[in-house]
Nanobody, 123 residues
């Protein structure tokens, strides 16, 4: 059974940076599509970024590449989300997830989820 554990969240000032980690166990994830999602207060869970098995990436409308960057360390079976120039509206619980069947970006397409890590952007 695949298990995903996020870490790296916390409180950061506007304009600051954080790097979230998603450690996978139970099976290798280098051949899967791995995604990051977030859910802000009172909002639905939304797509942030994903990386497929070949390293191809796409980003959601609120996370253009350059501000958020998804990456992976195959040897560590771990995915990352580097978040730069953070804004208060980036405040949310961030989740990593694994899509074992495809490479889409929809929430319903992902089969395994971590427990989430809270990111709060505030002065």
């Amino acid at each position: 059974q695949l298990r995903l554990v996020e870490s790296g969240g916390g409180l950061v000032q506007p304009g600051g940076s954080l790097r979230l980690s998603c450690a996978a166990s139970g099976r290798t994830v280098s051949d899967l599509t791995m995604g990051w999602f977030r859910q802000g207060p009172g909002k639905e869970r939304s797509f942030v970024a994903r990386m497929n098995w070949s390293g191809g990436t796409i980003y959601g409308p609120d996370s253009p590449k350059g501000r958020f960057i998804i990456s992976r360390d195959i040897d560590k079976n771990t995915f990352y989300l580097q978040m730069n120039s953070l804004k208060p509206e980036d405040t949310a619980v961030y989740y990593c997830a694994a899509n074992i069947k495809g490479w889409g970006a929809g929430v319903s397409e992902y089969d395994f989820w971590g427990q989430g890590t809270q990111v709060t952007v505030s002065a």
